[in-house]
């Protein structure tokens, strides 16, 4: 008897099922890192929005004074917290602007400020900005330091 040439059906169906293990591994490599990544682009939009409120108290165009409702004074430090989605009104003591309410909103901020040397020409502040956002659930924060003159 004379064989046909050709692949079998079980041939086939094993080429099929090897081929598809071979194709799973590149998708088991780019899930982590999709998620990775997604992890990277929330931390720097968080630094950078903390960077901001940093920037703000250099260039004060924020108060180093208590907003009522959002800051507490304990001795020489205010501290302000700021909740998720909170829509920054611009007033006589701060110029909030759509834009800056992009970068901040989605964010919730915490920013001390505490006077540590006051004389009569000069003052000096530290200012931290904690920037929390929520990642798969969690709550995930960081956090900058700068000092400034006036």
């Known amino acids: 008897m004379r064989r046909e040439k050709g692949l079998t059906l079980v041939e086939t169906l094993v080429a ?24 990277a682009q929330q931390r ?6 903390a960077e901001t409120w940093l920037d703000r108290y250099r260039a004060s165009q924020e108060p180093k004074i208590s907003v009522p409702g959002y800051c507490t004074v304990a001795g020489s430090t205010t501290t302000c917290t700021y ?3 909170y829509t920054y009104p611009a007033s006589d003591w ?5 834009a800056l309410a992009t970068i901040m909103s989605p ?3 915490i ?3 505490t ?9 000096e502040w530290q200012v931290t900005a904690q920037t929390f956002w ?6 995930k924060s960081t956090s900058l330091t700068t000092r400034v003159a006036y």
């Open 16 to 39: 099929i099922v090897v081929l598809a293990a071979l194709s799973v591994i590149p998708l088991a490599l780019f899930i982590p890192s999709a998620r990775s990544n997604n992890n």
């Open 44 to 49: 720097t939009l968080a630094l950078r929005a």
């Open 83 to 85: 909740p998720y989605n």
């Open 94 to 98: 701060s110029s909030h602007t759509p």
């Open 107 to 109: 964010f919730k901020h």
């Open 111 to 113: 920013v001390t400020s």
């Open 115 to 123: 006077v540590l040397a006051s004389g009569a020409q000069v003052w």
């Open 134 to 139: 929520l990642q798969n659930g969690i709550e």
